[in-house]
């Protein structure tokens, strides 16, 4: 073991978290403390005053602290590392899974110096006596990129998965809002307390029988033919894996085995079955949790979520002020404005990336000039997003959506109801099933809840096409 795999293993944690690599002072501290040199002379190599490495160290242990779930300082970070070290063993277990000690970080790929995923930093020197303490399959994940803010859901959703132990958490949100990073970005926080991770994306709509039979293989070293056949089986199989072992299933995309044109949440035809799947996890005794990702809940996530402390969800809004640091990496100019361009396209990431795109292409960059035309302009990327979105929705949702598109204020259910040719259950159904797509907004004033569609989503309800068909 010598200081470059240490600061290579470093270099790893600290992009897992912040997306970005050691700079020069990190790395002069990461070494120097290897090293057992005190501040001054740390400092004196990173070619900087004592007081700024200082506060660079206090930043990078906060850093690994986080990432490690165990407090690292600068007296301990020798000893700390070298014993993940000692428990790291990087075995692959499928192309592209490692496992790796009680933290996982993956090294670089050859195609991309930002994406950690295949290779474990240390996997040239594997310790022969350790046993392996996670398995991961994160061949489905998509890559890490810049990530920002977000620090009081990572928070929470720490808090209930380490300490509350809960099995199910569904992270909900309208396209494009953040929720597979997020996802992405709480594993090196919680991955150490797994025996396994596994990451899947349902976005080629695979059936219930394939993606047990896809876990079940992970998770238990089965080849196919050692499978049972039927369904039922295999579900009890996978039950009694997440009782003997803690494991963390990451399900992605979960809102492709959910039916369009009807209230959010049911199934589609031949996908039902999930249900079962999703009650099992979250109302039977395991140590294991799995995490969803999808733009609405299904069914029974709404009931369980009410009436089982141990499932929980996550209903992702955009980001604060913290897609500012978007707007920057977009290399916009008119800071001043950017709170307009936030708070216009709801903190949404992708949104945000779609129109700064198009602002550096035309105004290169400049903010306030985008802003002097007066509209709300949806790029083509972005209409055809939010067609995806709009084109589940059922006939009694759309008329809902039809009618607030052309209400500048926030309206009340009677307001609503003096409006829309439905009768209240049809619209208190509508109302509730937008809110799980996320397409409306709800606020609370005088005593009353007041709905409205955000400027983004009015703008596409008024200018393009399903209007006309209700
Ligand atoms: N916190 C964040 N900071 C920076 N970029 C983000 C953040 N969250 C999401 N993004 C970016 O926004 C886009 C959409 O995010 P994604 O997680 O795919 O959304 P969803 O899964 O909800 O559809 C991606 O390009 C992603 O990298
Ligand atoms: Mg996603």
């Known amino acids: 073991m010598d200081v470059e795999e240490i600061l290579k293993f470093a270099d790893n944690l600290v992009f897992t978290k912040t997306g970005k690599h050691l700079d020069n002072v990190q790395e002069a501290i990461l070494r120097g403390s290897w090293q057992g040199q005190k501040y001054p002379?740390?400092?004196?190599?990173?070619?900087?005053?004592?007081?700024?490495?200082?506060?660079?160290?206090?930043?990078?242990?906060?850093?690994?602290?986080?990432?490690?779930?165990?407090?690292?300082?600068?007296?301990?970070?020798?000893?700390?590392?070298k014993r993940l070290h000692i428990s790291?063993?990087?075995?692959?277990?499928?192309?592209?899974?490692?496992?790796?000690?009680n933290v996982n970080v993956c090294g670089d790929t050859s195609h991309s110096p930002k994406v950690p995923k295949t290779r474990s930093p240390f996997s040239t020197s594997t310790p022969e006596n350790t046993q392996p303490q996670i398995r991961q399959d994160l061949r489905d994940a998509p890559d890490i990129s810049s990530f920002y803010g977000r620090t009081s859901e990572l928070a929470t959703l720490q808090q209930w998965i380490l300490q509350e132990r809960c099995r199910l958490v569904a992270i909900l949100g309208i396209s494009g809002i953040g929720k597979t990073d997020l996802a992405l970005h709480i594993l090196p926080l919680i991955q150490h307390q797994f025996d396994y991770v596994i990451w899947r994306s349902l976005g080629a709509s695979p059936t219930l029988e394939t993606t047990l039979k896809n876990l079940i293989k992970f998770l238990s070293n089965l080849?196919?033919?050692?499978?049972?056949?039927?369904?039922?089986?295999?579900?009890?199989?996978?039950?009694?894996?997440?009782?003997?072992?803690?494991c963390l299933i990451i399900l992605d995309d979960v809102q492709t085995?959910?039916?369009?044109?009807?209230?959010?949440?049911?199934?589609?035809?031949?996908?039902?079955?999930?249900?079962?799947?999703?009650?099992?996890?979250?109302?039977?005794?395991?140590?294991?949790?799995?995490?969803?990702?999808?733009?609405?809940p299904p069914r029974e996530i709404v009931a369980l979520t009410r009436e089982n402390a141990r499932v929980r969800t996550l209903l992702l809004d955009g980001l604060d002020a913290a897609a500012g640091e978007l707007l920057r990496e977009k290399?916009?100019?008119?800071?001043?404005?950017?709170?307009?361009?936030?708070?216009?396209?709801?903190?949404?990431?992708?949104?945000?990336?779609?129109?700064?795109?198009?602002?550096?292409?035309?105004?290169?960059?400049?903010?306030?000039?985008?802003?002097?035309?007066?509209?709300?302009?949806?790029?083509?990327?972005?209409k055809a997003r939010l067609q995806q979105q709009c084109d589940r929705l059922s006939e009694l949702e759309k008329q809902v959506m039809c009618c607030m598109g052309n209400e500048i204020e926030s309206v009340s259910i009677s307001q609503l109801l003096l409006k829309v040719q439905l009768s209240p259950s049809e619209l208190f159904n509508a109302l509730q099933s937008l809110g799980w797509h996320s397409l409306i907004e709800k606020q609370e004033q005088d005593n009353q809840a007041l709905f409205t569609l955000s400027p983004v989503i009015r703008q596409y309800v008024k200018t393009e096409y399903f209007c006309d068909r209700t």
């Open 41 to 81: 002379k740390i400092a004196e190599e990173a070619h900087c005053s004592e007081g700024h490495a200082r506060d660079v160290a206090s930043e990078l242990w906060k850093i690994l602290s986080d990432v490690l779930g165990e407090a690292v300082n600068k007296s301990n970070f020798k000893s700390t590392f």
């Open 88 to 101: 790291i063993v990087s075995s692959t277990v499928e192309k592209n899974s490692v496992q790796i000690g």
């Open 223 to 246: 080849s196919e033919t050692e499978l049972p056949v039927s369904t039922d089986e295999l579900l009890s199989l996978l039950m009694e894996k997440l009782r003997s072992h803690r």
């Open 257 to 296: 085995i959910l039916s369009s044109r009807q209230i959010a949440g049911n199934y589609r035809h031949e996908y039902d079955n999930y249900s079962t799947l999703f009650k099992r996890i979250g109302e039977t005794c395991h140590n294991s949790c799995l995490i969803i990702n999808s733009w609405e």
């Open 331 to 382: 290399g916009l100019l008119d800071e001043q404005q950017w709170e307009t361009l936030i708070n216009t396209y709801r903190g949404n990431p992708l949104w945000l990336k779609i129109v700064a795109a198009m602002i550096q292409e035309l105004f290169s960059g400049r903010v306030a000039q985008f802003l002097q035309y007066d509209l709300l302009f949806l790029p083509e990327e972005l």
